[in-house]
């Protein structure tokens, strides 16, 4: 086994071990089922709704199981009249979905990704229904006006609080070849500014991130003030790096509140002391993460508008980009 092989076998064998973590951390941490609710919203009822936001759709798919909100995600893009690819999977850690809607004629695909799963015990609205309801929306306003120039593949994984087990079994399947770049959206429902994380140097002279900061600059986001770059972060992870480990540029984008940027720092890379800390201690939006606690009623409208925005115009900004 070459040295390559070992290194890849090695990872893949730590998100084996810790995506199980992760859903045995949050089924023990949930364990009090008197938290549970029921559903705020059944699918004829969203149905029925003449213009259904994210936030009714974290109503619709809060409190269901995984296989739930993998068939409500499918049912409801499919009513949106987005073209659903789907492909399933199974492997030794789980099975699942992954749920891919292309728009745009190509060559070139930038993928925006959302997980429709969501931990034991938590109703899953900011992680993850919110991205999941944000990139329904924009399929909906770009099969109205669909990009020229480029492909837009939004990608609805299963499994990714089994480390991404879904993206990665999709990552290994595809030729990577025509994607220029990977955003992955978690925790997009609550805050006033923008945070691209896992940025590094090289990363930032692509065009998938000059494309970012060019929309978000072109909407008024100012850098460091209401828009970030972050580094690679330690513990936490996204679709994204399934991609990434393949060479394709890949990022995450979450909503954070400008007000707790220092003490999210502090928290997010603080090491193994800083996941211990509980989550009535953290700073937003980690309070409710992984929680009973993660309801569609803590989403901000005004956040799940503002992400919607900044991916429309930054699809709009790769699309008129020359080659």
């Known amino acids: 086994m070459t040295s390559e092989r070992a290194r890849r076998w090695r990872r893949e064998l730590r998100r084996a071990v810790g995506g199980a973590l992760n859903v045995a951390a ?4 949930n364990r009090r089922r008197g938290l549970r609710s029921a559903p705020g919203l059944d699918l004829p009822g969203y149905r029925r709704l003449s213009a259904p936001t994210p936030r009714d759709l974290a109503d619709l798919l809060a409190w269901r199981s995984n296989r739930e909100r993998a068939q409500l995600t499918e049912a409801v893009l499919l009513a949106t009249g ?16 992954n749920l891919l809607v292309d728009l745009g004629p ?3 695909t930038l993928m925006l990704a959302a997980h429709h799963d969501a931990v034991p015990g938590s109703p899953g609205a900011n992680d993850n229904a919110a991205a999941v ?3 329904r929306a924009l399929g909906a306003r770009l ?10 593949r939004l990608a609805f994984f299963g499994g990714e609080e089994r480390a991404m087990l879904g993206s990665r079994v999709y990552a290994r399947r595809i030729d990577p070849g025509d994607l220029i770049g990977v955003v992955s959206l978690e925790l997009c429902g609550i ?3 923008l945070a691209l994380w896992d940025v590094t ?19 008024g986001y100012r850098r460091d003030e209401t828009y970030h770059l972050a580094t690679p972060v330690p513990f936490f992870a996204s679709d994204h ?8 540029p890949g990022v995450g984008l979450t909503a954070v509140p400008q007000a707790a940027m220092e003490p999210l720092r502090a928290f997010i890379y603080g090491g193994v002391r800083g996941i211990l800390v509980p989550p009535a201690r953290r700073p937003p939006p980690f309070t409710t993460y992984h929680t009973a606690r993660d309801l569609p009623e803590t989403l901000e409208q005004p956040t799940l508008h503002a992400v919607e925005r900044a991916l429309e115009v930054l699809v709009r900004t790769l699309d008129s980009a020359p080659g």
């Open 201 to 219: 140097p090289a990363l930032e002279g692509t065009p998938l991130v000059r494309a970012f900061i060019a929309a978000v600059e072109a909407l």
């Open 26 to 29: 949050a089924r023990l941490m």
């Open 241 to 248: 790096r399934p991609f990434a480990d393949r060479g394709v």
């Open 82 to 97: 987005l073209p659903v690819r789907r492909h399933p999977y199974r492997a030794i850690e789980g099975a699942g979905v």
């Open 133 to 135: 309801g944000i990139l």
């Open 106 to 108: 190509g060559p070139r």
């Open 143 to 152: 099969v109205a006006d669909s990009p020229r120039r480029l492909r837009v």
């Open 191 to 193: 805050g006033d500014s």
